[in-house]
């Protein structure tokens, strides 16, 4: 079946602008996930969503939000976009997103802020 | 909040040699712990999980890892690695719907 499919692949944006990434879970999974990947801090925690609730956030700003759709799809969202956010941005599916479950990760989305 | 440590963060390794990368995790609860594999340019893939029950963890592509609740530790090993294990390994925990992983381990295969 299809995996964690993460649209676009790379993003090129500026300063001050806006994106939205996008992530479609396995079928079935109902849990995503949201992590960013740089050299410096490595991989963090985002957010989780389930069933279009959001059930824990990590340590950012409110300029990161994101949404999960009734087709389990999620979106992330970045306003204000600063040359520090510039990360590979990864996308995580489960079952019900338990301790207990593995998560599938997508190949993700490498932003670059100018 | 639980948390992961990795001891290393590059490991230069010869094929067919042995390789450890270890893992040290805190928590005061059960814990669930995982090891995933990043190829460059690509995203994670689970090498294997430890949930309960049996401490020898048996993983995709030949890797195992031991759990060890006295030391709190986690360690990945293959006994014989090839060209393409090349890659980063991370250590996770899994706690409250997200996962808190180590630095990562640089592992590079030399002919």
């Known amino acids: 079946k299809a995996g964690v499919t993460q649209t676009p692949r790379y993003l090129i944006k500026t300063r001050g602008q806006q994106v939205t990434l996008s992530c479609s879970p396995i079928?079935?999974?109902?849990?995503v996930s949201w992590y960013q990947q740089t050299p410096g801090q490595g991989l963090q925690f985002l957010f989780e969503?389930?069933?279009?609730?959001?059930?824990n956030k990590g340590n950012f700003p409110g300029r990161f939000s994101g949404r999960q759709f009734s087709n389990s799809r999620s979106e992330m969202n970045v306003s204000t976009l600063e040359l520090g956010d510039s990360a590979l941005y990864l996308c995580?599916?489960?079952?019900?997103?338990?301790?207990?479950?593995?998560?599938?990760f997508g190949s993700g989305t490498r932003l670059t802020v100018v | 909040a639980q948390s992961v440590t990795q001891l290393d963060s590059q490991v230069p390794v010869f094929e067919e040699a042995p390789v450890e990368l270890r893992c040290n995790y805190s928590?005061?609860?059960?814990?669930?712990l995982f090891w995933y594999v990043q190829y460059p340019n690509q995203g994670l893939q689970l090498l294997l999980k430890?949930?309960?029950?049996?401490?020898l963890v048996k993983g995709i592509n030949g890797f195992e890892a031991e759990f060890n609740k006295s030391q709190t530790s986690f360690h990945l090993r293959k006994p014989s690695v090839h060209i393409s294990d090349t890659a980063e390994y991370f250590c996770?925990?899994?706690?409250?719907?997200?996962?808190?992983f180590g630095a990562g381990t640089t592992v590079t295969v030399r002919a």
């Open positions: 995580a599916s489960s079952l019900g997103g338990g301790s207990m479950e593995g998560y599938t």
């Open positions: 079928s079935g999974h109902r849990s």
């Open positions: 969503y389930f069933s279009e609730t959001q059930r």
């Open positions: 928590s005061s609860v059960s814990v669930y």
């Open positions: 430890y949930l309960s029950g049996s401490t």
């Open positions: 996770a925990v899994s706690d409250n719907y997200k996962l808190s």
